[in-house]
């Protein structure tokens, strides 16, 4: 196991350990009945050559005769080969929105917690010995399309993969979900959307209807800053706002009411979003980002609240 | 203070325009945020404007923007002061004596006193604080002023152009120049460079003038042409050209005298003189004519005043027609080398192809023919009429037959008889055909009058012989009229002073004239009658003025005032008043200061702009 005492960016060392521990206890819930591929922790739902007994079967010609249960076969006068469930890996893929909206506002530290989510997610699906791949949108030059990991021994690389991007720049979640089509190959398994999803409904909507069509689990986690749960404090001057990505600007000025039409606005955006991905069985968790605590907010967000509705269960 | 102080009206259009911009755009502060996802259903709230003069008055684009309004007025406005600084003027003297050589110790040659004094006040000038505004006076016949300035490198260019001229000039006009140059900056100091003696009224140096003289020659005596003439008699055509030499050393010394006729040389002499010695010289011309010059040779540091000139007329004997049976006259007129004497009897009529000057007859036959090209007679005779014409106007006339008569009769006045009216271009000519033109001399007048034979022109005078004998005023007609045909040779006849204006009287026939200088320039003038008036005589020598049929020469020579043989000034500091204040003032622009800081001020403000947007 390497030193991952630096491998989150949230969490201090001294608590990395035991959190990678009680991480450890936990795996990805798979609803569907996926096809995996290659070896893996998994228990296929088609015959193979795992250590876990499937059923008997009247012996055929070009059996290896090594797979005879001589018990049975004795005992019904026929012979008869022992077959066993074959293990199997799994594809799951991580994407992380590194847009300019993510690192706006350094105080809320949107991006590093989503990087340690995917980290900690990554490190589980690892764990299961799953293929785990990373991708970021959008990309610097220098930044590789993905990474992709199989070894949890590799786990500070994942690290070092999404540290590359620093955030910057507008994200186009349709176009990123183009690629992680391409980058599955036709395989099934899950995905992981961590984004703040402040752009329109149309694009997260087409996206997840893309990934879901072509067989993937999906699983959108939603982290909202805590500058984001309300109107700047700029008083009651009438002011410009300015988006980030886009810059498309709006005058307005800040009141009471103002703050209410907010929220109200934030509110049905998040339902809207909450109900689309019930609507297309697709696992929705949305982590309000706390003023301080972050590494208590995370740790209680991946290990309570992730396992509580069941993206994530314990080992069987 | 401000030179147009009325640049800041400016302000009042300017001012109100800026602050309506400020005030209707409605640019408000600007926030980033994450995303203005949920922002997009707020309302859209119109800047109030309470608000808006708050922004624009918390502007510090709206301040520096005004600041930049008020400056570039103010740079129209020409905002000036006073500042104190020290004005020179240096007067150098380009007159006739500042071509004079003088030793150069340095260079063990000779350089002119000119090339002296351009360079001494070159050396003023580049040791002169870099303040200093120093103004150049080109002394000569007009005085080329340079106005002020601090830029050396203007002032050494102006150096570099100075020219000398021929002319001469006057130091105190000079300095009186650069006096009125100083007195409205305050005051300042004077440096002339010159070889002249100076005497200044001690007004012209007014309180805050200071003037130094700088000297720039030496006395170097020697001699010069003084004098030269072309004296001639009735019966000498031959010319003769004597030219006065003088000494101006204490020593005794020795110089050569040439004589050239247009540029060729004729003859010359050796001339030995005494200490302050004056010689003359005698050359003999014979029948040579044209333009002479004399040139004194000898090592001379100016050989401005070395020269003379002279026109030599061509001269021949005069023709004499005698109609005479008595001896004694032609024996008489015989004698005489001016005349070419035709003798013919009274009752002989002379060969209508001769030209003579002068006809004297005898007895009635006053009656002959001469063949000409044209005949211009005075008006009292008719040649078809072989009759006078009474009421003919005319001076000749008056003069011969009033007062010949009046001197015979003891007329006091005879000797201020003007003798120029017999002048033919002063006579009111009639003009005849061409041909063979008879012509009537009268047995009771003469007559006077010109003709033209070929390409000369002949003065003719018809005497009855018993009015010739017992009339000495026709002796003098007689020589008047060899006078005309033969003029004598003039030696320096115009002379003027270089520079000074000289006034011909070309014919009135004359349509233009030629002027050749002493250079070789030409200039044309048309002429609408009367005398001219020539200015341009800046050059010293000969000029040449042609014109159709007249020709005519003036010399230009410099002022005795400008010879090397004069003592040069002496090298002094005059300084009036106790310290002689030479500092004035100067009013100095702060215009090109804030046309500096403008730009500053508008770089500032897009680097504010763009520093805000980044």
């Known amino acids: ?316 | 203070m401000f030179a147009t102080p009325l640049a800041f009206l400016w302000l009042l259009p300017v001012l109100p325009i800026l602050v309506i911009l400020y005030f209707v755009n409605q640019e408000t502060k600007v926030f980033e945020v994450p995303s203005i996802l949920h922002m997009l259903a707020l309302p859209d709230s119109p800047v109030p404007v309470k608000q808006r003069l708050r922004y624009f008055l918390n502007s510090p684009f709206f301040w520096l923007q005004l600041l930049l309004i008020f400056l570039l007025v103010a740079a129209l406005a020409k905002p000036i002061r006073d500042r104190e600084v020290r004005h020179s003027v240096y007067v150098i003297d380009v007159t006739a004596s500042m071509q004079a050589t003088e030793e150069d110790s340095q260079k063990s040659g000779w350089k002119k006193r000119l090339s002296i004094a351009i360079e001494a006040a070159r050396e003023r000038i580049l040791d002169a604080p870099s303040e200093e505004r120093i103004a150049i006076i080109e002394a000569g016949r007009s005085l080329v002023t340079h106005p002020f300035t601090p830029d050396k490198n203007e002032l050494m260019r102006v150096l570099s152009e100075i020219r000398q001229t021929d002319t001469a000039s006057s130091a105190s006009e000079s300095v009186f120049a650069a006096a009125n140059m100083l007195l409205p900056a305050g005051g300042g100091r004077i440096v002339l460079l010159t070889d002249s003696q100076v005497s200044l009224p001690a007004s012209l140096l007014k309180e805050g003038l200071n003037l130094e003289i700088v000297s720039v020659g030496t006395l170097r005596p020697n001699a010069a042409i003084v004098a030269l003439d072309t004296p001639s008699s009735l019966l000498d055509p031959g010319g003769k050209l004597i030219a006065r030499v003088r000494s101006f050393s204490p020593e005794a010394m020795s110089a050569k005298l040439a004589v050239s006729i247009d540029d060729k040389e004729i003859a010359n002499s050796n001339v030995a003189l005494g200490p302050m010695g004056l010689k003359a010289a005698t050359f003999d011309l014979g029948e040579h004519s044209g333009i002479a010059r004399v040139s004194l040779i000898l090592e001379d540091a100016l050989a401005l005043d070395n020269t003379g000139y002279a026109a030599l007329p061509p001269r021949r004997p005069l023709m004499l027609l005698l109609i005479s049976a008595r001896k004694e006259i032609k024996n008489f007129l015989e004698k005489l080398d001016s005349f070419d004497l035709v003798h013919v009897q009274p009752d002989e009529q002379p060969d209508p192809m001769l030209m003579p000057d002068i006809v004297i007859v005898e007895g009635v036959t006053d009656t002959f023919s001469i063949h000409a090209d044209t005949i211009y007679l005075t008006p009292e005779f008719d040649s078809e009429s072989s009759q006078m014409i009474p009421d003919a106007a005319g001076e000749l006339r008056s003069w011969i037959s009033d007062e010949i008569y009046y001197w015979e009769e003891g007329h006091p006045l005879i000797d201020q008889v003007a003798l120029d009216n017999l002048r033919p271009e002063k006579i009111p000519f009639l003009k005849f055909g061409k041909g063979v033109q008879t012509v009537i001399g009268g047995s009771r007048a003469p007559f006077v009058g010109v003709y033209q034979g070929g390409d000369r022109k002949h003065a003719i005078c018809a005497l009855p012989i018993r009015q010739m004998l017992n009339n000495p005023t026709a002796v003098l007609l007689l020589m008047r009229l060899l006078e005309w045909c033969n003029p004598r040779g003039r030696a320096d006849a115009n002379v003027v002073e270089t520079g000074s204006a000289i006034t011909l009287s070309p014919p009135d026939e004359a349509k233009g004239i030629r002027i050749v200088n002493p250079t070789g320039a030409v200039k044309e003038l048309v002429l609408s009658g009367g005398p001219v008036v020539i200015e341009e005589t800046d050059s010293a020598g000969l000029y040449r003025v042609e014109g159709d049929g007249y020709q005519e020469f003036f010399i230009a020579r410099v002022s005795p005032g400008e010879s090397d043989l004069s003592q040069p000034a002496q090298s002094t500091e005059i300084v009036s008043g106790e310290e002689g204040k030479v500092r004035g003032t100067v009013k100095s622009s702060f215009s090109p200061w804030l046309l500096i800081i403008l730009p500053c001020l508008m770089l500032l403000e897009w680097w504010m702009f763009f520093r805000r947007r980044i």
Not at chain 1, 79 to 104: I, N
Not at chain 1, 158 to 167: F, N, Q
Not at chain 1, 248 to 276: D, N, P
């Open chain 1, 1 to 316: 196991m390497p030193d991952t005492e630096s491998l989150f960016f949230t969490i201090s060392p001294e608590r990395t350990r035991p959190f990678l521990s009680r991480l450890e206890a936990l795996r990805l819930r798979y609803i569907r009945r996926l096809r995996g591929w290659g070896r893996g922790a998994h228990i296929s739902q088609y015959a193979g050559a795992g250590m876990e007994f499937r059923e008997f079967r009247d012996y055929a010609q070009g059996d290896d005769i090594r797979n005879i249960d001589w018990k049975t076969s004795a005992r019904f006068d026929k012979p008869y080969v022992r077959t066993f469930q074959q293990d199997e890996s799994r594809f799951s893929h991580f994407f992380l929105d590194t847009s300019r909206s993510m690192v706006k506002v350094p105080e809320d530290r949107k991006l590093d917690v989503a990087r340690d989510i995917a980290v900690s997610l990554g490190y589980l699906a690892l764990c299961s010995e799953d293929s785990a791949n990373f991708s970021t949108s959008p990309r610097t030059a220098e930044t590789p399309p993905n990474f992709t990991c199989q070894n949890r021994a590799r786990v500070m690389e994942v690290r070092d993969y999404l540290s590359a991007s620093k955030g910057g720049g507008m994200l186009n979640l349709p176009a990123a979900a183009s690629e992680i089509l391409q980058e599955s190959r036709g395989r099934h398994g899950t995905v992981v959307l961590l984004s703040d999803f402040l752009f329109l409904e149309e694009a997260y909507r087409r996206a997840v209807r893309m990934l879901v069509s072509h067989g993937l689990q999906v699983a959108v986690i939603q982290v909202i800053g805590q500058s984001e749960t309300g109107l700047p404090e700029i008083g009651e001057e009438v002011v410009q706002v300015s988006d980030s990505e886009t810059g498309e600007r709006k005058r307005i000025q800040v009141t009471a009411g103002t703050r209410r039409l907010y929220r109200q606005a934030m509110g049905t955006h998040q339902q809207r979003l909450q109900s689309f991905c019930y609507s297309m069985r697709v696992w929705y968790a949305s982590f309000v980002l706390p003023e301080a605590d972050h590494e208590n907010a995370l740790e209680e967000f991946v290990l309570r609240q992730l396992p509580g509705m069941g993206f994530l269960r314990g080992k069987v």
